[in-house]
């Protein structure tokens, strides 16, 4: 059988989280006595691991960047216990999910910024537990764009690089989809612009998740 493999990044492409992201940024600047970074500038870091999307965000205070991880961390806990800042699935990701999984032919991984112990709440929460055959996440990884956390999908679940498609919202997705030698599939619904994403070498950008199977075809069709 010809195995294909679809890699998802989550924040921002399966799950609109910036109201959690925007909320934990702030909580984690307030308790440091710091000013805290304009939206765009703090989504348009989402993707990165926590301690590099804070050593670009103050790189004038990189030695913070520890403190200010765990700060963060608290803080995203803390308001998902809450019950606040909800981080709601995409319109279609469901559907889209479902049907990709129950294929023979087609295994599905992620590769998030996100900790581990963020990303084991929301396949609890969403009952993915027997979606993904490979989870790759920033506890064990460099950050995105280096392309550690593709090549262990591959390595895990055997597919060719040919032969996987990297799904993602953020230029560092794309870029880190390239280094690993896959299909960079981009989404227009998340955190960076069209032209970034094109520019750091998505083959398409997908602007609705119903549209997500076709574009997966053709990406197979002419890998």
Same mark, same amino acid.
């Given at each position: 059988? @010809? ?5 998802? @990044?989550? @924040? ?9 992201i ?18 765009? &500038? ?24 520890g ?42 991984g ?16 969403h009952g ?17 764009p ?10 895990e ?11 993602g ?9 390239? &280094? ?30 119903? @549209? ?12």
């Amino acid at each position: 059988m @010809d195995l294909k493999l679809v890699i998802f @990044d989550v @924040d921002g492409t399966l799950v609109d989280s910036q109201a959690h992201i925007l909320a934990s940024m702030k909580g984690a600047f307030e308790a440091h006595g710091m000013a805290v970074p304009p939206r765009e &500038a703090v989504l348009g870091i989402v993707g990165l691991s926590l301690p590099e999307a804070f050593a670009r965000l103050v790189p004038e205070r990189a030695e913070l960047a520890g403190r200010l991880t765990e700060a963060y961390k608290d803080t995203f806990a803390g308001l998902r216990m809450s019950g606040e800042g909800a981080s709601p699935l995409y319109p279609g990701a469901a559907e889209v999910l479902a049907g990709l999984a129950a294929r023979d032919d087609v295994l599905l991984g992620v590769a998030t910024g996100k900790s581990k112990r963020g990303l084991d709440h929301l396949i609890e929460l969403h009952g993915w537990a027997r979606v993904f055959q490979t989870v790759q996440v920033a506890d064990f990884h460099p950050s995105k764009p280096h392309p550690s956390m593709v090549q262990a999908c591959l390595a895990e679940t055997g597919v060719e690089a040919g032969r996987a498609v990297m799904v993602g919202d953020t230029s560092f997705d794309m870029e880190m989809a390239r &280094a690993g030698s896959v299909t960079a599939l981009a989404v227009g619904w998340g955190y960076h612009p069209e032209d970034a994403l094109v520019q750091a070498g998505a083959v398409r950008v997908v602007e609705r998740f119903v @549209d997500m199977p076709a574009a997966l075809e053709e990406c197979w069709a002419f890998a």
